[in-house]
Each structure stands twice: as C-alpha cells, then as structure tokens.
C-alpha cells in the first residue's frame, strides 16, 4: 500500500512536470499564468493526467484559431492589393508579410515607361504622399532621351500599395522587389551595444579613480577607442531601424518612345525585273547603258512604332513615290522589327555613288504621333558603269592584269597538283638507271 502510495505521488508529479513543459511551448505572457492556475486547480482537485493534458490542448488551440482569424485578414488585404497587374506591362506586385514579428527591409526598383516624364514624376508624387510617403531623392535628366529617377519613402503596410499606384501611371518595363530579413543583425547589434557600453562605464569609472599620469592617458585612450567603437554601432543599428522603419522605393520614369531608329541597306543588281531578286549583294560592275535595279531595304530597329517615311536619293534623284514596293506597305505604321523592301529602275552612263536619306516619325501602335526625335539613316552604294567602247583606264588595266594573274596562278596550281600523283614515275626511273649502270674500271 506504501509502494502504490509513493508511486501516485511520483505520478503526479511527473504529470505537473509534462503539463509545465506543454504550457511552457504553448503559452506566454498572461495565458500562461491562467494556465498555470488552471493546472494548479486541477491538481489539487485529484486531476490526473488526462485532465492535464486536455487543459494544455485548449490552451494551445486558442492560438492557432487566432492565428487563422489573422492570416485570414492579411490574405484579404493582400487579394484587395493585388487587384490586377501593375501598369500595363503585366507585372504582378508580389505578397509580401508585414505583421511577423520580424526585423524586413522592403526595398523595389522598377521602370515605368510613361508619355510625359515630368507630368508622370508630378503624378507619382502625389500619388505616394496620398498614402503618407514622401519624395527622398530625385534625379531628372532633360532631352533629348528625358528621363527621371525618384526615390520614394513608405510605411511597409503600403508597400505594396504604392507599388500599384506607381506602376498604374504608365507601361512597366522591369520590376524588383526584395524582402531582407535583418532581426538578427538588430539583436547582434543591440547586444554589442550593451558590451560595449558596460565597457565604457567600467573605463570612466577606473578613468574617475586613477591617480597617476600614466594610467590616465592610458585610461583615456582606450575610452575614447571605446566610445567611438559604441558609436559606431549606435550608427549602425540606427540605419538598420531607419531601413526597417520605412520601405524604399526607386522609380526610373523613361519616355515610352525614346528610341526610335531605323537602319538603311542600298544595292543593285543589273535587270529590270521590279525588283523580285532584291535585295543584292556587293558592289556592282556593269557595262553603261545597262538596266540597273537598285534595292531599298529599310528595318525599324529602334523601340517604338515609325510612320510617315520619307525617301530621297539626289544622285539617282529617286523619292519615295518613284519607287515600286517589294514588301511591307511605306503608308501604313512599320512595327519594331518590321522592314519595308523598295526597288527603282534606271539606266546608268556613268560611275555612281548613290547618297540615300530615309526619315520616319515616332509614332503609337495606333498611328497617332508621339512626342519624341525622328528616325533617320543614310546609306550609299557604289555601281562601276563600263564603257565597252572606250579606251581602258589605268585602274581597268591594272584590275585586267591582276585577274589575269589570278587565273594563271590557279593554272600553275592545277598544274602540280595534277603531276604530283605521278612523281615516282623520274624517282624510280633514276633509281633503276643507277642500278643498270656498269660500275667504272678501277
């Protein structure tokens, strides 16, 4: 009766050991106290371990249906933030938690391309001081590539807010959005700064008793190297919470049609076919009076739309309208990327270098013009017109005698190598006639 005695005893007491250690993972601050009584009542009422147990269950599903109850309100919140792609550049703002109980520094960078940079700055502006932010930096560069990088200061609950505001006043072209995690350098920081003040306190203190010079100067030299060590890790976990107190956002607002460029190829071939083999290739080499077709191939190789194309060559004095169009259509918008292939037809008399001006506006996908510089390119192209009749010049002689060089060279080598299969043939034959030779009379 005395062993089953003591080993109830034990029992319980092994049953308040397993509730404390339960209440200790699951509870704090007040919870835990009114666990405790909880635990306390049910043991001196003869609870077993059960009742423990169940008590400790309670007291850790409250928390969880908390939990739920706020993760529900941030997922609303978050589902009314993300209402729809920012801009119209179909980047998506990211979800990112605020309310954990932990040290974030949000930081975003992102480019919006927008039709008027100063009227878009002014927008952003006021945009980000309607959510309680403000303007910390701005850097504006003028034409004729205008653009504008702004630097914005928010609370981390409108981070993402604001990100939508900022990417609602034009195209976004890149977005990045980073989230550091920097609890552990504050506390790192926070404990060195307690050190480090206990040191300083212990040198003023030795500082304030010591008698002799010596010990003085050495007291305060090793003071000072403290103090500012202290305060440079005041400085430095300053920064951190400043960093943490409020998100950064930088935004580069860009002209959306800033970048128009265009690129020109002229060539010719000798025909008159309305340009079906265009485009050529090379220089051209023609006897005079021979139908010539000179080709015109202009590619949009800048970031934005081009209309309005204008052509002019004064030494074929060729324009746009005397010109046969190959492919694409020069009275419609030409797309990035996009070419338009011309063709015109004359008969050259003489040796020509052709100087061909192409010119484009910017404009919207639309039609409609755009503000921005125009696109402009100029291209030559070089056609030797021969006379079969006349005297040969210096250069045609010399370009005669070269290539008749060439070809002679090409003969020679045919030549060898036609004969090298068959040189064994003298080898062997020297060879047997110093072997048929009678040896001379001694």
């Not at 089953?4 to 092994?14: G, I, R």
């Not at 209402?83 to 480019?111: C, H, K, N, W, Y």
């Not at 002209?255 to 128009?260: G, L, M, Q, V, Y």
């Not at 011309?342 to 039609?367: I, N």
Request: charged share 20%; hydrophobic share 45%; proline share 5%.
């Amino acid at each position: 009766m005395g062993r089953w005695k003591k080993a109830t005893s034990s029992s319980k007491v092994l049953a308040l050991v397993l509730a404390v250690l339960l209440v200790a993972a699951a509870c704090s601050g007040d919870d835990a106290a009114e666990t405790f009584s909880e635990i306390g009542a049910s043991l001196d009422s003869g609870g077993d371990g059960m009742t423990t147990g169940t008590t400790s269950a309670a007291s850790e599903e409250a928390p969880t249906e908390a939990s739920n109850e706020g993760e529900g309100d941030r997922q609303a919140a978050d589902d009314d933030t993300q209402g729809g792609p920012l801009g119209s550049g179909g980047v998506t703002p990211v979800a990112l938690p605020t309310q954990i109980g932990r040290d974030i520094i949000f930081t975003a960078e992102m480019t919006v391309a927008v039709t008027d940079v100063t009227a878009a700055g002014e927008e952003a502006t006021r945009a980000i001081q309607g959510l309680g932010g403000f303007l910390f930096g701005q850097h504006t560069i003028g034409s004729p590539n205008p653009t504008s990088v702004l630097t914005f200061k928010v609370q981390p609950e409108d981070f993402q807010i604001a990100l939508a505001a900022l990417g609602s006043i034009g195209e976004v072209r890149t977005q990045n959005v980073t989230a550091s995690d920097v609890t552990e350098r504050i506390v790192d920081l926070e404990s060195r700064i307690a050190t480090a003040t206990a040191s300083v306190d212990r040198l003023r203190v030795l500082l304030a008793e010591a008698t002799e010079i010596d010990s003085i100067v050495e007291l305060e030299s090793e003071l000072l190297m403290r103090e500012t060590e202290l305060e440079t890790l005041r400085g430095s976990l300053r920064t951190l919470q400043d960093q943490v107190a409020l998100a950064t956002i930088v935004v580069s607002l860009t002209e959306a049609a800033s970048h128009p460029e265009l690129a020109l190829t002229v060539s010719a071939y000798p025909a008159h076919d309305s340009g079906q083999s265009c485009p050529a290739n090379g220089e051209l080499r023609v006897e005079t009076g021979t139908e010539t077709t000179f080709c015109f191939e202009i590619v949009n190789t800048g970031d934005t739309w081009l209309a309005d194309f204008e052509l002019r060559d004064p030494v074929l004095d060729l324009a746009l309208d005397d010109l046969t169009v190959v492919f694409g259509d020069p009275d419609t918008s030409l797309e990035p990327g996009d070419s338009l292939l011309l063709a015109g037809e004359m008969v050259p008399d003489r040796d020509l270098r052709t100087r061909t001006t192409v010119t484009a506006k910017p404009v919207d996908e639309t039609g409609e013009a755009i503000p921005g510089r125009p696109a402009s390119q100029t291209s030559t192209a070089f056609v030797n017109a021969v006379d079969p009749d006349g005297i040969a010049s210096f250069a045609e002689g010399l370009a005669a005698s070269w290539d008749l060089m060439v070809k002679l060279a090409q003969v020679l080598v045919l030549a060898l190598g036609a004969l090298i299969p068959f040189i064994w043939i003298p080898v062997l034959a020297w060879f047997v006639w110093r072997w048929r030779r009678p040896a001379a009379p001694e």
